[in-house]
């Protein structure tokens, strides 16, 4: 088979969601040993944006042809692309090392095509990426991860929060919510819900926000600020937009491949591309969630939001054209 019909092959399965075709294309190759093949096989899903899955193939052959410059360079590729631009700059320079000088023209046709660019950009944002993992993992490691009890919201937080709008009534805004209605959520989605928000579930039970942007903690004139927050999923499965409904938390997971740390609470404006989660992956199921925000375009970047729902709901203010608004 020649690489570029392989590659045409492969971003075909991709497209079908054709798994098992994907699997046993590359099993074969990997049972040849035809490093070459496993290799090129990983081009196919860095064009087709899916950079998880570009990895994962070229992990399970680094032990073996990691001193080949054709894997140095899509490796690189595939780190940079996931946000890992640290890792990323030591393999570029592998790639250089080893007489790359240009990407070939499968790898887009957006990308720069010289690896010294490559290595300028990675080195830019490599010092970045560190300080934001850094600053990130220290807000993890201070957070009380205790389930927070007797929570309940101040009225100034309350005031305004919800839009009532038709839309919002229809898809989101569920029935009062009971006992019964968290305990089925949490044994369908294997977590146990924080009392912060099922204090404001029974307050209303999910709906669109008019207090729909929060300001992340981390300040940097390159990094992004402020994150929307259109609607909240309540526990009324009855409702598209609710933890289980129609488009809840396993659909983002399952269908759009998000990462599955916890429970996705919260759309955006992007509709879909970017999520607002509860991120259990810090203090196990039984936890107090923390609350990141996931971006689907930026390879799944998470960002640090807040420690906890409750200071998520706090957090929330409006829109520049609402704030007037009675």
């Known amino acids: 088979m020649e690489k570029n019909e392989l590659i045409e092959k492969l971003s ?22 035809n490093y070459d093949m496993v290799c090129f096989s990983s081009q196919a899903f860095i064009n087709m ?12 052959i680094r032990n073996d042809y990691s001193e080949s410059g054709e894997f140095c360079i899509r490796y690189a590729m595939a780190l940079y692309n996931s946000n890992r631009e640290d890792e990323a700059l030591e393999w570029f320079k592998k790639a250089k090392e080893k007489g790359v000088k240009e990407i070939d023209e499968t790898s ?31 807000l993890r490691e201070k ?16 005031k ?19 006992d019964e209605d968290f305990e089925k959520v949490e044994k369908e989605l294997g977590y146990c819900l924080p009392e912060s928000y099922k204090a404001l ?13 929060f300001e992340g903690p981390f300040k940097r004139n390159w990094a992004s600020r402020s994150f929307d927050a259109i609607g909240l999923y309540g526990v009324d499965s009855s409702r598209r937009y609710s933890l289980c409904g129609e488009f809840g938390s396993k659909f983002w997971i399952e269908k ?14 992007s509709g879909g591309h970017d999520m607002i989660f509860l991120d259990y992956s810090d203090c196990g199921p ?5 609350v990141v925000h996931i971006d689907q375009e930026g390879g799944y970047e998470i960002t640090y939001l807040a420690d906890n729902f409750k200071d998520f709901i706090d957090g929330l203010f409006p829109s520049f054209d609402d704030e007037d608004d009675d």
């Not at 300028?120 to 220290?138: C, D, G, L, M, T």
């Not at 305004?160 to 009971?178: C, I, M, N, Q, V």
């Not at 759009?256 to 404006?269: E, L, V």
């Open 49 to 60: 944006d899916e950079y998880k899955e570009a990895l994962e193939i070229l992990d399970s």
């Open 286 to 290: 039984e936890g107090e969630p923390c």
């Open 108 to 138: 887009g046709r957006y990308y720069p095509k010289s690896v010294d660019d490559r290595i300028k950009r990675a080195e830019v944002w490599a010092p970045r990426r560190i300080e934001k993992n850094k600053f990130q993992k220290e």
């Open 143 to 158: 957070r009380d991860k205790k389930p927070m009890q007797n929570v309940s919201f101040d009225e100034e937080v309350l």
């Open 256 to 269: 759009w491949k998000y990462p599955n740390i916890g429970i996705a609470i919260c759309g955006t404006s």
């Open 160 to 178: 305004g929060l919800w839009y009532h709008d038709e839309f919002s009534l229809r898809e989101y805004l569920g029935k009062p919510a009971t």
């Open 12 to 33: 075909n399965f991709i497209r079908k969601e054709k798994f098992q075709e994907i699997n046993e294309t590359i099993k074969k190759f990997k049972n040849e040993k």
């Open 201 to 213: 579930m029974r307050i209303q039970n999910g709906g669109e926000l008019r207090k729909n942007n």
